[in-house]
């Protein structure tokens, strides 16, 4: 059906063809946006924390890594979207720099897989597949209710509408073809005659829409149909590779020095190809696709060589990277030097554990306290922010979170390697129980991340407690964070007094539970307050009784003979 009749139809009056590509081709980005954005997110739903785990265990060398960014992306259909899991997963501390490296140059070849697939789909073809994608991911979301299948429909529905999207972008191209060919086809003459010119629209272009494919099935669309030359869509394809480094800059923003320096390294690696490719483009690059694409295909407009180009792009500039990674290494550190020793780095010394696992053990206590009070930070904030919005609190509460993980990991796996060292029954006992700590302390900052999330989306709901459910509230608490503190500075003190004087709050925070659940309920029943505007109550209330639990796990290895008062461990 002609684009203007369907215009007219549904709007009941004329456009001009101008206008009505313009509405079309914003409908069919947003509609790609949203797709390749429902496709991702579900399957990263789908590989669940499996998929950070993979990448985290999967690249210790960067060949080795160059495999499993080609892969993720693959999966995940977005380079962008890569490079940001990349970014939280070294601002966590569970990945070096240097591993991130190879990530980041398999996504940037990765990323090449959707442009391809765009390319190769006959524009008549992309209509028929969308629909039926779209229905059958719609069927799979809301006739089954079993979790995975609606997670799968998810992923099926957002490849549908991505196609969806780019149908609705070539239709519209087709038409302004068609009714304005002389004006298009002056407008883009300036990108064949300029291409630096048209490098910088697609570096400007992505940076709006966040995604490079987006940007490339756009040009593919125009060359498709004539409107733009062969040269002016390879030099919009170098520039949309820089444009997509915006993602994981916006992800490295309130993390970790280290984290930011994977974000430089992510548009160090875009920008290298950029300047290359630019610079040899008049003479080398745009002369041998020419080439190549009149042997290929003749005098006909097929997207695919671009699609090719943009294969051939990013496999050279990955490669060299590659071939100089201990150059970019100290590039990337000259622009971002490292930062001190994180603390689990300098406390946590590799060498004492054959040589003294003794004094290992004590610097595994210092790391320990530190944890500890990261936790009674945390706990102190999720309770501030419970009755206060914060916007930084946020933020903050995921760097404490980061921190504790990190910890955590990180002394679990040096306490696994003390295990095989030679060490009495006193010291493999308090090792086991160091053990047990930490996971409870990495417990208790999970449930400070719930009650946040809780709390954020009451604020964006625009939901609060009332006065008595407030005053309730505050009350437990006060006493979680009594015991909160107390269970520190145990901790910190090896004190197994001040252990027994934190124990008895767990009682009272049982009690409180109890009661204040209750309490909650009568106020529902009672009209008090609705069921809307007490969502997540019982949630928090559950959560603060299961801190108190952990908590009480920790007091309880405190007050032992075995964890006290060993002299050779006290420095």
Same mark, same amino acid.
């Given at each position: 059906?002609?684009?203007?009749?369907?215009?007219?139809?549904?709007?009941?009056?004329?456009?001009?063809?101008?206008?009505?590509?313009?509405?079309?081709?914003?409908?069919?980005?947003?509609?790609?946006?949203?797709g390749i954005h429902m496709m991702g997110s579900s399957l990263?739903?789908?590989?669940?924390?499996?998929?950070?785990?993979?990448?985290?265990?999967?690249?210790?060398?960067?060949?080795?890594?160059?495999?499993?960014?080609?892969?993720?992306?693959?999966?995940?259909?977005?380079?962008?979207?890569?490079?940001?899991?990349?970014?939280?997963?070294?601002?966590?501390?569970?990945?070096?720099?240097?591993?991130?490296?190879?990530?980041?140059?398999?996504?940037?070849?990765?990323?090449?897989v959707l442009p391809l697939l765009m390319a190769a789909m006959?524009?008549?073809?992309?209509?028929?597949?969308?629909?039926?994608?779209?229905?059958?991911?719609?069927?799979?979301?809301?006739?089954?209710?079993?979790?995975?299948?609606?997670?799968?429909?998810?992923?099926?529905?957002?490849?549908?509408?991505?196609?969806?999207?780019?149908?609705?972008?070539?239709?519209?191209?087709?038409?302004?073809?068609?009714?304005?060919?002389?004006?298009?086809?002056?407008?883009?003459?300036?990108?064949?005659?300029?291409?630096?010119?048209?490098?910088?629209?697609?570096?400007?272009?992505?940076?709006?829409?966040?995604?490079?494919?987006?940007?490339?099935?756009?040009?593919?669309?125009?060359?498709?149909?004539?409107?733009?030359?062969?040269?002016?869509?390879?030099?919009?394809?170098?520039?949309?590779?820089?444009?997509?480094?915006?993602?994981?800059?916006?992800?490295?923003?309130?993390?970790?020095?280290?984290?930011?320096?994977?974000?430089?390294?992510?548009?160090?690696?875009?920008?290298?190809?950029?300047?290359?490719?630019?610079?040899?483009?008049?003479?080398?690059?745009?002369?041998?696709?020419?080439?190549?694409?009149?042997?290929?295909?003749?005098?006909?407009?097929?997207?695919?060589?671009?699609?090719?180009?943009?294969?051939?792009?990013?496999?050279?500039?990955?490669?060299?990277?590659?071939?100089?990674?201990?150059?970019?290494?100290?590039?990337?550190?000259?622009?971002?030097?490292?930062?001190?020793?994180?603390?689990?780095?300098?406390?946590?010394?590799?060498?004492?554990?054959?040589?003294?696992?003794?004094?290992?053990?004590?610097?595994?206590?210092?790391?320990?306290?530190?944890?500890?009070?990261?936790?009674?930070?945390?706990?102190?904030?999720?309770?501030?922010?419970?009755?206060?919005?914060?916007?930084?609190?946020?933020?903050?509460?995921?760097?404490?979170?980061?921190?504790?993980?990190?910890?955590?990991?990180?002394?679990?796996?040096?306490?696994?390697?003390?295990?095989?060292?030679?060490?009495?029954?006193?010291?493999?006992?308090?090792?086991?129980? !160091?053990?047990?700590?930490?996971?409870? #302390? @990495? %417990?208790? =900052? &999970? $449930?400070? *991340? +719930? /009650?946040?999330?809780?709390?954020?989306?009451?604020?964006?709901?625009?939901?609060?407690?009332?006065?008595?459910?407030?005053?309730?509230?505050?009350?437990?608490?006060?006493?979680?964070?009594?015991?909160?503190?107390?269970?520190?500075?145990?901790?910190?003190?090896?004190?197994?007094?001040?252990?027994?004087?934190?124990?008895?709050?767990?009682?009272q925070i049982d009690r409180l539970e109890e009661v204040l659940?209750?309490?909650?309920?009568?106020?529902?029943?009672?009209?008090?307050?609705?069921?809307?505007?007490?969502?997540? !109550?019982?949630?928090?209330?559950?959560? #603060? @009784? %299961?801190? =108190? &639990? $952990?908590? *009480? +796990? /920790?007091?309880?290895?405190?007050?032992?003979?075995?964890?006290?008062?060993?002299?050779?461990?006290?420095?």
């Amino acid at each position: 059906m002609n684009l203007s009749v369907i215009m007219s139809s549904v709007l009941g009056m004329k456009f001009d063809a101008v206008w009505q590509a313009i509405l079309f081709i914003l409908g069919g980005l947003g509609v790609f946006l949203f797709g390749i954005h429902m496709m991702g997110s579900s399957l990263k739903e789908l590989a669940g924390d499996r998929l950070r785990l993979i990448i985290q265990k999967s690249t210790s060398t960067p060949i080795m890594g160059m495999a499993m960014g080609f892969v993720v992306t693959m999966l995940t259909q977005s380079s962008s979207t890569t490079s940001a899991i990349v970014v939280g997963i070294v601002g966590a501390g569970l990945m070096t720099f240097k591993q991130s490296i190879g990530v980041l140059l398999g996504a940037n070849i990765g990323g090449t897989v959707l442009p391809l697939l765009m390319a190769a789909m006959p524009s008549y073809i992309k209509p028929v597949v969308a629909v039926v994608l779209v229905f059958v991911g719609a069927c799979m979301v809301f006739f089954f209710k079993k979790e995975k299948i609606n997670q799968i429909g998810s992923v099926v529905l957002g490849f549908g509408l991505i196609f969806l999207g780019l149908a609705l972008i070539d239709m519209s191209f087709e038409y302004i073809q068609d009714a304005h060919t002389e004006f298009i086809m002056n407008m883009f003459t300036s990108l064949s005659n300029y291409p630096e010119l048209a490098v910088i629209v697609g570096v400007l272009f992505t940076i709006i829409v966040q995604s490079s494919a987006a940007t490339i099935g756009i040009v593919q669309g125009l060359y498709a149909v004539g409107s733009v030359s062969l040269t002016g869509a390879l030099a919009v394809m170098i520039g949309a590779n820089l444009g997509t480094t915006i993602t994981a800059i916006i992800a490295c923003l309130g993390s970790s020095k280290t984290a930011k320096k994977v974000a430089i390294a992510n548009s160090l690696i875009k920008l290298f190809g950029l300047i290359l490719f630019t610079a040899i483009f008049r003479f080398a690059f745009d002369p041998l696709i020419h080439t190549i694409n009149d042997g290929m295909f003749k005098n006909e407009y097929n997207p695919l060589i671009i699609s090719f180009s943009h294969i051939f792009f990013n496999l050279v500039t990955s490669l060299l990277i590659l071939a100089c990674i201990k150059p970019f290494n100290l590039l990337c550190d000259k622009i971002v030097p490292d930062a001190e020793k994180s603390i689990e780095d300098s406390l946590l010394d590799y060498t004492l554990i054959k040589k003294s696992p003794t004094l290992a053990l004590s610097f595994v206590k210092t790391a320990i306290d530190y944890m500890a009070e990261t936790m009674g930070e945390y706990v102190h904030l999720a309770k501030n922010y419970s009755f206060e919005r914060n916007e930084k609190a946020i933020t903050h509460g995921a760097e404490l979170e980061r921190t504790i993980n990190c910890l955590d990991k990180r002394i679990h796996d040096y306490l696994i390697k003390l295990t095989v060292a030679h060490m009495d029954n006193k010291t493999s006992t308090l090792l086991s129980k !160091y053990l047990d700590q930490i996971k409870d #302390i @990495e %417990r208790i =900052g &999970d $449930h400070c *991340t +719930n /009650i946040l999330e809780f709390f954020d989306d009451r604020y964006e709901k625009d939901l609060h407690l009332t006065e008595d459910g407030t005053q309730d509230l505050e009350q437990m608490f006060d006493t979680l964070l009594q015991m909160t503190d107390g269970t520190v500075k145990a901790i910190v003190e090896w004190d197994n007094d001040i252990a027994e004087e934190a124990r008895v709050y767990e009682d009272q925070i049982d009690r409180l539970e109890e009661v204040l659940h209750e309490r909650h309920i009568h106020r529902v029943n009672a009209g008090v307050c609705s069921f809307q505007n007490t969502e997540h !109550y019982v949630e928090i209330l559950s959560n #603060i @009784e %299961r801190m =108190g &639990d $952990h908590l *009480t +796990n /920790i007091l309880d290895s405190i007050i032992t003979k075995e964890y006290c008062k060993y002299d050779e461990f006290n420095h």
